[in-house]
């Protein structure tokens, strides 16, 4: 079992120390520990593989620095295959004979150590390489399509994280709660806390002494924390570390358009990419980086981590790449500046870009640099006129609708299905509206009511909503149409948890408020109808049903165009009471119109033929037209088998469904 284990994960790498024959409780194994720490701040110790086998499953998004006694190297052999989140194995022992060929047989053996200081130098080297190669960034091509299924997600957050950060806000008190939050995920770790309270005694983003600049470039607890916060979207630590974001890219605003000293002509950036990374830089695309982008003036420094790419079999599969970007120009969609001046770190010569840089790939050449084999990518600064940038950055805005600060990103979680995300950003902001507030807390209850709904949690949805309707008593109007969409989930909740009656009761009031506005939107009421008609259907009330599933589609015939795709949906539900009612040819005609819109205007194995043919065999067998219901249902199970797999439980159905009929042929 693990014997020590820090805090929650706040940074790229995690150090796990595997020994079975030491006791971590002594003051110089908790002093090993504390210099781990201080490269860090994750670091577990086990006594037992079994426990230690277990955490590294558990580990998805870091990287793995995996510290082993001698003895147990035999029975880790396996772990450099099953878990490619391991980065590097070190053996620690106090052994020096221990022969060296024992470590060499591993891809990722980084050496034998007796010595902790001698291990520690070389964690820190292999911890700060891995930290620069773990750059996010997306490539989207020119012809791609303004949906949110084409955008890469990771593009996406950047941007809208970009527009609402630097909106939000001043609060006076965002560095104390910082502090405090640092304080207790540091517990324990001296060194980072020394960091820490130097952060919190000396930090100022006016100066340029100890300034945003300088606490990025000096790598500690700060640099950590915010990029591994903006790699995996971590809501928790962006929602405390976003003031310091703004600050940095401030000041990184205010050096660009008052530089201190002139801008060299080109910068570099070196790393390792995958092969499909790679394979989707082309010409004219635009490649964004999704946190701050380091830079340098000079290629032989670029050129060393591209090196380390290449002879790390951490990336077993790496492309060398070297980013050639030159910045003469002072035109740019993010700004730019020399930290040399500033920086804490003098040798690395940087430039320093602000979150969410975009370029377009100018060209893409493979050359040798002192006989290493790589990639040259020259980029291009991108202007905030650039057609295809605005094209991106306008569709996410539109796709979010209107707010500030978090909320659009809380609503990109959703439609991206992050739900887990989307109700930390709710909770979260809930905390902090006034009382006097009624508007926000119905905005936001609403919201959470829509995310547990998704989750699958309908009770605390229903509580949510119910929360939602009680903030809007004496300060909404009943025919409020905010009520409209709250009455309605909790309408569609109801139905789901089988209270009818109830649902039957919301949907009405609904209906009701939809039709009183003074310009009612008609194919909102033919979902009110087709609400209406889905509950007396359960309640096997069919020809109540049936004359508001009319109404839904006389509605939508009058304003939407013959083969619109929803009105499939509409002669679908038409077709099922039909048949319920036994009128199975009436029914069948009706599955043939949402079969003839679904064929034009659905991919040709879309999941919802399933449904539609599989209604088909049902009129056709029972009108005894076996033949026929055999043709559709080998649709039906080809389609599933295609959509869904063949294991899946509803691709059984069908097949089952298609064994039976043939057998009566």
């Excluded at 701040?41 to 793995?64: G, H, M, P």
């Excluded at 053996?109 to 891995?130: A, P, Q, Y």
């Excluded at 910082?178 to 983003?205: H, L, P, W």
């Excluded at 509580?463 to 008593?473: D, F, G, V, W």
Aim: aromatic residues 10%.
């Amino acid at each position: 079992m693990a014997s020590f284990t820090s805090p929650k994960i706040i940074e790229n790498c995690v150090i796990l120390w595997l020994d079975d024959n030491r006791n971590f409780s002594t003051e110089d194994n908790k002093d090993s520990i504390a210099q781990f720490r201080s490269i860090v701040n994750a670091v577990e110790t086990f006594k037992d593989i079994d426990s230690c086998r277990q955490r590294l499953t558990q580990l998805k998004n870091e990287k793995v620095f995996f510290v082993v006694s001698d003895t147990l190297l035999n029975e880790i052999a396996a772990f450099e295959d099953n878990f490619v989140q391991l980065s590097s194995i070190y053996v620690f022992c106090s052994n020096s004979a221990v022969r060296t060929d024992k470590i060499k047989s591993f891809r990722k053996g980084r050496g034998i150590f007796t010595n902790m200081t001698h291990l520690c130098n070389e964690l820190k080297t292999d911890v700060r390489r891995v930290e620069k190669n773990l750059l996010c960034g997306d490539t989207i091509s020119p012809s791609a399509n303004l949906t949110d299924n084409d955008l890469p997600p990771s593009f996406m957050y950047c941007q809208v994280l970009k527009e609402n950060f630097f909106k939000l806000e001043d609060d006076s008190d965002a560095k104390r709660k910082f502090i405090e939050y640092c304080k207790s995920q540091y517990v324990g770790n001296i060194s980072e806390m020394k960091y820490i309270e130097d952060f919190q005694a000396t930090y100022d983003r006016e100066s340029e002494k100890k300034s945003p600049i300088w606490w990025y470039t000096n790598q500690c607890f700060l640099y950590q924390m915010l990029n591994r916060a903006l790699r995996l979207l971590d809501i928790e630590v962006l929602m405390h570390i976003n003031f310091y974001i703004r600050d940095l890219h401030e000041q990184i605003k205010r050096r660009h358009k008052h530089p201190r000293e002139a801008l060299p002509p080109v910068v570099y950036r070196g790393q390792g990419l995958s092969k499909s990374d790679f394979d989707k830089l082309k010409t004219n695309s635009l490649q964004s980086f999704n946190n701050f982008l380091s830079t340098t003036t000079k290629q032989p420094k670029a050129v060393e981590f591209v090196r380390y790419a290449l002879h790390n079999p951490d990336y077993p599969d790496s492309i060398g790449i070297l980013w050639e970007i030159p910045i003469a120009s002072s035109v740019s969609s993010v700004p730019f500046t020399l930290v040399e001046d500033i920086t804490a770190i003098k040798e690395e010569c940087e430039v320093l870009f602000s979150i969410g840089a975009v370029f377009r790939i100018k060209s893409k050449e493979q050359e040798k640099i002192e006989e290493l084999s790589l990639w040259r990518i020259k980029l291009a600064l991108t202007e905030d006129r650039d057609s295809s940038l605005t094209r991106l950055t306008d569709h996410i805005r539109r796709s979010l609708g209107s707010g500030t600060g978090w909320r659009p990103l809380g609503q990109l979680m959703i439609k991206m299905g992050h739900f887990s995300k989307a109700k930390e950003i709710y909770e979260k902001l809930i905390i902090g509206v006034a009382p006097e507030d009624k508007l926000e807390f119905i905005f936001l209850h609403n919201q959470l009511g829509h995310v547990e709904k998704q989750m699958g949690n309908l009770t605390e949805a229903f509580e949510h909503y119910q929360k939602a309707i009680n903030c809007s008593k004496g300060y909404l109007s009943p025919h409020d149409s905010q009520l409209s969409s709250i009455y309605s989930n909790i309408g569609v909740i109801s139905k789901k948890l089988k209270r009818f009656d109830e649902a039957l009761t919301y949907f009405n009031l609904v209906l009701e408020i939809d039709r009183s506005t003074s310009d009612p939107n008609r194919l909102e009421i033919a979902v009110d109808y087709n609400n209406i008609g889905s509950v007396l259907d359960d309640q096997g009330k069919y020809a109540e049903a049936l004359n508001n599933y009319e109404k839904a589609l006389e509605i939508k015939l009058a304003h939407l165009q013959p083969d619109h795709p929803s009105l499939a949906n509409n002669y679908s539900n038409i077709g099922v009471i039909h048949r319920k009612m036994g009128d199975c040819s009436t029914a069948l005609s009706f599955y043939e119109k949402a079969l003839a819109i679904q064929k034009k205007t659905l991919q040709p194995n879309h999941s919802a033929f399933i449904t539609t043919y599989s209604n088909m065999v049902s009129a056709l067998h029972s009108l005894n037209r076996i033949d026929e219901a055999i043709k559709c249902a080998t649709e039906a199970a080809n389609i599933a088998k295609e959509a869904l797999g063949t294991a899946h439980p509803e691709t059984k159905r069908r097949k089952d469904i298609l064994d039976k009929l043939e057998k009566k042929q």
